[in-house]
């Protein structure tokens, strides 16, 4: 697990003075991250773009590239901002690595399709004025920021190169698009032939955030919102490499809006509220400082979860086996992440659970579905989020309330469909995001 957060406020902006200090003296070319979290807010000159939780190694659901980690390979990796700006940089994250992270070097570009880049678009990154980089074991880094002209919905590529092995690395399952793997260093190609290898995850990248530009004025002044929670934010049963999770089309809702601002995504497929799993990430209540009160120029965070809470007790391995849960426990750690963002100056809304009839988390008795209900007239009714989002009515079957309507189910009467996505994110009053 990462350091906390007294850490994070505190040494990120003194982290390249002190690196350029002390330890490049010592280590010629390398920079050192010193610490897990974010530097103090510089006049709010930078603000994210794009994120992803970061997740401890694992394969649940088949091979990725977690567990073995990389040694003398390339990693680019494609992602889509939903902010433009003047400059750029990126978050790298060591946080469940066990050993120090040393990062060659890394390059931003436009993306031009697959694993190839718009020519003339490759940008240097560098990290406390270094090309290399050491990422402690927990913990996590900037690079600097470096002049790159980009606009909302633009694609990036974000490639690294990682020479020594790595061991087993810090990522986030569930990308819903394609990284790439070559052999050798890369990270300048313009071309995508080297890139032999595919993988539908993102490995240590945890962040692009932009500064200038649209970052600085007009509509792009909006605080920007974070969506949390888990699979069904992190758009299990959308089309990959499409952006038809529901995040994406709130951000696209909002620009169309004359509203442009960031919409971070911070679901983890399988992640529950109230309990740590193996595999899904640890539990909400503890995760939420560390992946969204560290987010910068954000106003609104929006809560999804409890699905996995309420099922998974159900579920063999690897979806199950955590302790039951009740609706008062989860309703106790909604009540948490309430308190945690209020804390910060938050606005906070909850979100009703979607339909789960005809699921793998439907139990014969009936028994999730009484919990479902609870929880559910609990966020609609208790007035303790500042507003709510009915997300379960959105996208219910107005025949059978307890089940997704067909059009909007893609396939496993769990998901969401892209077009179920898209009825998510027109549920949204775009006059309650601050």
């Not at 600097?144 to 020479?163: H, I, K, N, Q, R």
Request: aromatic content about 6%; proline content about 5%.
């Amino acid at each position: 697990m990462g350091a906390g957060t007294s850490s994070r406020n505190s040494v990120r902006g003194a982290a390249v003075a002190l690196v350029s200090a002390t330890v490049l003296a010592a280590l010629p070319g390398t920079a050192i991250a010193l610490d897990s979290g974010h530097a103090p807010h510089k006049a709010a000159s930078w603000s994210g773009s794009w994120a992803a939780s970061p997740q401890s190694p694992a394969a649940p659901f088949g091979p990725n590239w977690s567990q073995e980690g990389f040694a003398n390979q390339t990693v680019r990796q494609v992602v889509r901002v939903t902010k433009g700006g003047a400059k750029a940089r990126i978050e790298l994250s060591n946080r469940y690595g066990t050993a120090p992270l040393r990062i060659a070097g890394a390059t931003i570009a436009r993306t031009d399709g697959g694993a190839a880049v718009e020519a003339g678009s490759v940008r240097d990154l560098t990290f406390g004025h270094g090309r290399a980089l050491t990422i402690p074991a927990g913990g996590t880094a900037l690079s600097d920021g470096v002049p790159f002209e980009v606009e909302a919905f633009e694609s990036v590529s974000v490639t690294l190169y990682l020479a020594a092995p790595t061991g087993p690395g810090t990522f986030h399952h569930t990308a819903g698009a394609k990284s790439f793997r070559a052999a050798g260093d890369h990270r300048a190609d313009r071309g995508g032939e080297a890139f032999k290898e595919t993988s539908e995850s993102w490995y240590f990248l945890t962040g692009v955030e932009v500064s200038g530009g649209t970052a600085g004025r007009g509509a792009g002044r909006g605080k920007g919102v974070v969506t949390f929670g888990d699979s069904i934010t992190d758009g299990v049963g959308s089309t990959v490499d499409a952006n038809g999770r529901y995040p994406d089309k709130l951000a696209e809702r909002l620009a169309a809006a004359g509203q442009e601002r960031a919409v971070l995504n911070h679901g983890i497929s399988g992640n529950q509220v109230v309990n740590d799993t193996t595999w899904a990430g640890e539990k909400g209540i503890a995760r939420f400082e560390k992946d969204v009160l560290n987010e910068r120029g954000i106003g609104t965070v929006i809560v999804l979860e409890g699905i996995n809470d309420i099922g998974a007790s159900f579920q063999g391995p690897p979806i199950g086996g955590t302790p039951e849960v009740s609706a008062r426990q989860l309703i106790e750690g909604h009540r948490s992440l309430i308190r945690q963002a209020h804390a910060r100056g938050l606005k906070v809304i909850g979100a009703t659970l979607t339909p789960i009839k005809g699921s793998f988390y439907d139990d014969p008795k009936g028994l999730n579905e009484k919990k479902r209900d609870a929880v559910n007239a609990w966020i609609r009714g208790s007035g303790e989020y500042d507003a709510v989002v009915d997300f379960d009515r959105a996208v219910a079957d107005p025949a059978d309330r307890d089940r997704l309507l067909p059009v909007y189910d893609s396939g496993d009467k769990l998901h969401p469909s892209d077009a179920g996505y898209v009825a998510m994110a027109q549920a949204i009053d775009l006059s309650e995001l601050r």
